[in-house]
């Protein structure tokens, strides 16, 4: 990570969000991170006001500047002029990754006044947020999902009237990829809400209720009638399956029309729950989904996760991994899910089938962090940390945010959030997780060699985040096994690829050197 500054002058730039226009007297703001750049290029046409205006610090370290915009139009010359001499003055500083920001800044004001300055993320973190970016959902899947959502729930309307369809897990949490399966959700509480004799004119109009033994047996009976409506009159509804003796209950379907996978469940409120925590973990900071991308991505690149049931690490295990992570970082990324519950109000109060799922749903009461790590070494961290953790003995638990006494001998133990008797993990055995922990501890080496700049690869072979894709990384770490010949998709392959095909541009056009991107995110 580097840092510039300046030394004479104030000289402050900010980078406007894309489609933002700039207005008259409006104020600017930017976060303050460590892996953000604010002195942006200056947009010809586009005059800045500079000297003495007017600045103030706002909560989070942001620097609000009010500012006006001056009718006159720079010309070609100036503008160039302008950077020119602003670059004179500027220099250039490698900054240790760990270090702390305050401190770096006060120790550099000794040598000086420092009028601005900022820090920018290496290129290894524009890989990790072009990755994200390439797997994302993207807004027109989102809604195609929702409108799938829609049509099951015309179908459910006609046993149950007042029904509804929601989309639940990775189609809305923001931690979704392209390809994901589509979780829905029957939401029949309007119907349980209902008085069950209502006026309807000079009439009465009163419902008749059934009663089963359980609530799951209601489950299993709803989703069978459900389950064969889908399958005989659903169009474009195939390969119908009724699950109903999972732990969850559940009808399976492809939906031909979208080509989306379909798991229509019901009585599945901790699940929602779930879905919107990880959906407020996702907004609170960028780095938060581009961490978790690409740790699901190199999981997925050597087999540690699959589509197929067994005793593989799950998606939603290496979600929880992460975001426990981030909460042990100094100062932690994002809270703690009791840290959420102590900024509950009274309508963020959930208990269901006797289970907490109280948290704060505003993310505009959540104060942001103050860390300011790059993702690079995020990422070196998560391999680092997890390659030297205490399975053996410790649990993860990420509404306490702290490692505790494994109340099972499962070999990975990871507590499920909400339903805190659960164990996530509970089907991962001994060898998946030994394989996990051998090639964190191989990926940590790669990404602290090559910050050292110790990497023996060349400039033609992949580095950074592409490297940790190999197929090589896992022949490092297991050795007398068989070895597949390359990544484990297509998609995956193309990828590597494309990252193979930027890096090598970026080498060439700077001369046989590493790049590094001023990304503002």
């Known amino acids: 990570m580097h840092v510039g500054y300046c030394l004479q002058d104030w000289d402050l730039r900010l980078r406007l969000r894309p489609g933002a226009a700039l207005q008259p007297g409006a104020p600017w703001s930017a976060s303050f991170r460590r892996n953000a750049c604010f002195r942006a290029p200056l947009t010809p046409g586009l005059s800045h006001s500079g000297g003495n205006a007017p600045c103030m610090k706002g909560r989070s370290g942001s620097l609000i500047l009010d500012s006006k915009v001056s009718s006159w139009k720079k ?15 500027t220099v250039l500083i490698n900054c240790p990754a760990k270090i702390s920001e305050k401190k770096f800044l006060k120790y550099l004001s000794h040598h000086g006044k420092i009028n601005s300055h900022y820090f920018y993320e290496s290129y290894v973190s524009n890989q990790l947020y072009t990755l994200m970016d390439e797997y994302q959902l993207t807004e027109e899947n989102t809604k195609l999902r929702f409108l799938a959502c829609s049509l099951i729930q015309e179908i459910a309307c006609a046993y149950f009237p007042e029904c509804t369809v929601k989309p639940f897990g990775s189609s809305v949490n923001t931690f979704g990829k392209l390809g994901c399966d589509l979780d829905m959700f029957l939401d029949l509480d309007e119907i349980e809400r209902s008085p069950t004799r209502t006026k309807t004119g000079p009439f009465y109009m009163e419902y008749q209720m059934k009663r089963v033994p359980s609530q799951r047996i209601a489950s299993q009976r709803i989703l069978s009638v459900i389950g064969d409506c889908i399958d005989n009159f659903g169009p474009g509804c195939v ?16 939906h031909q029309p979208t080509g989306f996978q379909c798991d229509l469940t019901t009585n599945n409120r901790v699940a929602m729950r779930s879905s919107e925590l990880l959906y407020i973990y996702g907004s609170l900071d960028s780095r938060v989904r581009a961490l978790v991308f690409s740790v699901r991505c190199w999981a997925r690149a050597h087999g540690i996760t699959s589509t197929i049931p067994g005793p593989w690490i799950t998606n939603f295990s290496l979600t929880m991994m992460a975001l426990f992570f981030l909460q042990k970082r100094t100062p932690p990324i994002i809270p703690t899910l009791d840290q959420l519950k102590d900024l509950a109000d009274a309508e963020d109060k959930h208990i269901v089938e006797g289970h907490d799922c109280t948290f704060a749903s505003n993310v505009n009461k959540i104060k942001p962090t103050e860390n300011t790590e790059t993702l690079d070494v995020l990422l070196s961290d998560f391999f680092e940390y997890f390659g030297n953790f205490a399975f053996n003995k410790n649990s993860i638990n990420i509404r306490k945010g702290k ?17 805190q008797a659960l164990n996530i993990s509970k089907n991962v055995n001994q060898s998946q997780l030994d394989r996990f922990v051998a090639l964190a501890r191989e990926c940590a080496w790669i990404l602290q060699q090559e910050d050292k700049g110790h990497s023996s690869l060349s400039n033609s072979q992949p580095w950074g985040l592409a490297a940790l894709l190999l197929p090589s990384v896992a022949s490092n770490c297991v050795k007398g096994k068989k070895r597949r010949k390359g990544p484990t998709s297509e998609r995956i392959k193309s990828l590597l690829d494309s990252l193979k095909i930027n890096n090598a541009n970026s080498l060439v056009n700077n001369g046989g050197k590493r790049t590094f991107s001023n990304q503002t995110r």
Do not use: D
């Open 75 to 89: 010309t070609f010359p100036e503008v160039q002029a302008e950077r020119l001499e602003q670059a004179q003055r």
């Open 239 to 254: 390969g119908v399956q009724k699950i109903l003796n999972a732990r969850c209950p559940l009808v399976r379907f492809s």
């Open 403 to 419: 490692e505790q006494n494994k109340p099972e001998p499962s070999p990975l133990y990871i507590q499920n959030p909400f339903e």
